[in-house]
């Protein structure tokens, strides 16, 4: 994103944290940057422009770091889920000012574009928490999956709120290991029982698919291209110091990519080494890499 779109954010959320949505002038967030008012209006049409596009700012923010996690093959999907949720807690308290303005002024009723917004993170959350239930306790899980994402949701937002709004002091680590067990009394509760699911994929069919679309959204050209370039690698046959070489920049080029700022210059220079091993089959997708970083 645009450094200077960012600062004009990162201004927003705290003039927004402090003041309330409603209260803040497009005036005072100008004032804070020091810079003219009509400026702001270059980047964004409007303050409800600057509200969505902030909370999409903080939604890439902690959607990179859970991607991150994810594509991390030394951890467990237990030890996976565990640390995205972690991660997930440390953002929401890095910013809870900003959203506890958001659920006090219900910001989510401002407009469609922002309630469509919500509506595709809710049930993006909800695929993601399908996956790994089912990575986690394999295919006997997957008939109950739709209804334990939606209890463990519940329970991690009931905790969050009384964090945010109540501001009750959990130890975090700890937290998300009672999520944790609570997860395993769902899942293992309900496939003991054996009894016929409430949500279903047949009940459920167009929101998961809705979950599934925008999960695809959230994964960038980038992180697509670099997905596939570590499949191409790790599919090479056999092995060898060529195929390590190539691996271990791959991990360079997912560690630069999934930092808040990365740095561009250094991930075309890794494509420029890779292009020397001349392995045809990778070219395509180090095109699609320098394309989508330009």
Same mark, same amino acid.
Request: include cysteine; aromatic fraction near 10%; glycine fraction near 4%.
């Given at each position: ?115 469509? !917004? ?59 290991? !009672? ?97 020397? !091993? ?17």
């Amino acid at each position: 994103m645009n450094s200077k779109r960012v600062l004009i954010l990162e201004a927003a959320m705290k003039c927004f944290a402090q003041k309330g949505f409603h209260a803040t002038s497009i005036q005072e967030i100008a004032d804070v940057l020091g810079i003219a008012k009509g400026s702001l209006y270059f980047y964004f049409k409007s303050k409800e422009d600057v509200l969505i596009s902030a909370f999409e700012h903080y939604y890439d923010l902690m959607t990179r770091e859970m991607l991150s996690v994810a594509k991390d093959q030394s951890l467990s999907p237990r030890d996976r889920l565990s640390r995205q949720l972690l991660l997930q807690l440390e953002q929401i308290m890095q910013h809870q000012e900003f959203i506890v303005m958001m659920m006090n002024e219900q910001a989510i009723q401002i407009n469609e574009e922002m309630h469509r !917004f919500m509506f595709k993170s809710k049930s993006t959350t909800l695929y993601w928490f399908y996956e790994s239930i089912v990575e986690i306790y394999g295919d006997e899980a997957k008939p109950y999956a739709i209804d334990a994402s939606t209890i463990i949701q519940a329970i991690v937002a009931d905790y969050t709120s009384y964090m945010l709004l109540y501001r009750k002091k959990f130890e975090p680590v700890r937290l998300i290991a !009672f999520f944790m067990e609570r997860l395993d009394d769902v899942v293992q509760g309900m496939m003991k029982q054996g009894g016929k699911p409430i949500l279903s994929m047949g009940n459920m069919r167009n929101f998961m698919k809705m979950a599934e679309e925008g999960r695809g959204k959230l994964i960038s050209p980038v992180d697509q291209a670099l997905n596939q370039l570590r499949q191409l690698v790790s599919d090479m046959p056999g092995t060898s110091p060529v195929q390590a070489e190539l691996l271990a920049c791959c991990d360079v080029m997912d560690e630069e990519w999934a930092k808040p700022g990365p740095q561009r210059l250094i991930m075309k220079g890794l494509i420029a080494y890779l292009r020397t !091993f001349e392995q045809p089959e990778l070219l395509p997708c180090l095109h699609a890499l320098e394309t989508e970083l330009k």
